[in-house]
């Protein structure tokens, strides 16, 4: 069965950083990216980052380009997202997700990723 398990999520200051992590394991069929999303309550689901598994293509939303980023280790069949200079409104929940074959270059949409981790709290206050 395939999953997703986010970690590193915690308490920061604004101006720290965090390394959020998402391991994957139990994935049969083949997926072209994986991506890390995230929500506050009473907004939708947006995209973060991603990264094309077939040639490394990475995506960022405009408000973490520059702070952030997407990185992956195939040995430990996990991605990172390295979060520097954090502000208040990177505070969210965090999920990390994998889109199946045949999505374009875009990745940032959350719609057609199919397999989600249950996400990590990352809270930027003082």
């Known amino acids: 069965q395939a999953q997703l398990k986010e970690s590193g999520g915690t308490l920061v200051q604004p101006g720290g950083s965090l390394r959020l992590a998402c391991v994957m394991s139990g994935f049969k069929n083949p997926f072209d990216a994986i991506g890390w999303f995230r929500q506050v309550p009473g907004k939708e689901r947006e995209g973060v980052s991603c990264i094309k598994t077939t040639d490394g293509l990475t995506g960022y939303a405009d408000s973490v380009k520059g702070r952030f980023t997407i990185s992956r280790d195939n040995a430990k069949n996990t991605v990172y997202l390295q979060m520097n200079d954090l502000k208040a409104e990177d505070t969210a929940v965090y999920y990390c997700?994998?889109?199946?074959?045949?999505?374009?270059?875009?990745?940032?949409?959350?719609?057609?990723?199919?397999?989600w981790g249950k996400g990590t709290q990352v809270t930027v206050s003082s």
């Open positions: 997700a994998t889109r199946g074959l045949g999505g374009g270059n875009y990745c940032l949409s959350p719609r057609p990723y199919d397999y």
